[in-house]
């Protein structure tokens, strides 16, 4: 989780090897409803939409995850070269949400 200078709380979902994964797209006000927002999007990954699209920052590719409210969710942690290689990342972004599903606590470090 990450504190931004409001003091309101954000996730990222770092690989292994400390790459920035995905990013929340959503600020909340302590880091409680901050790991459930999280755990809230591996609850139900199936329900949530999005897909790739043209950064408007840059010359390249984001990706976006929505609810079923339209909300943005999540976001790619940077912005890909090539449309083939976000759309990629996304699609293991959502395995990865469905394998979460599984075992959310082990994110955070906790037992069981």
Same mark, same amino acid.
């Given at each position: 989780?990450?504190?931004? #200078?409001?003091?309101?709380?954000? $996730? &990222? *979902?770092?690989?292994?090897? %400390?790459? =920035?994964? !995905?990013?929340? /797209?959503?600020?909340?006000?302590?880091?409680?409803?901050?790991?459930?927002?999280?755990?809230?999007?591996?609850?139900?990954?199936?329900?949530?939409?999005?897909?790739?699209?043209?950064?408007? #920052?840059?010359?390249?590719?984001? $990706? &976006? *995850?929505?609810?079923?409210? %339209?909300? =943005?969710? !999540?976001?790619? /942690?940077?912005?890909?070269?090539?449309?083939?290689?976000?759309?990629?990342?996304?699609?293991?972004?959502?395995?990865?949400?469905?394998?979460?599903?599984?075992?959310?606590?082990?994110?955070?470090?906790?037992?069981?």
């Amino acid at each position: 989780m990450d504190i931004g #200078e409001s003091g309101w709380f954000s $996730w &990222r *979902l770092t690989a292994s090897n %400390g790459r =920035v994964i !995905a990013l929340g /797209a959503k600020s909340f006000p302590d880091e409680a409803s901050c790991r459930a927002g999280f755990e809230g999007l591996c609850k139900e990954p199936e329900a949530l939409s999005g897909g790739v699209q043209h950064a408007s #920052e840059t010359n390249g590719w984001v $990706w &976006r *995850l929505r609810d079923a409210d %339209g909300q =943005v969710r !999540a976001v790619s /942690a940077r912005a890909y070269e090539r449309h083939s290689t976000c759309q990629a990342a996304y699609e293991r972004f959502r395995v990865l949400l469905l394998a979460l599903r599984e075992t959310p606590a082990s994110l955070w470090g906790d037992a069981g």
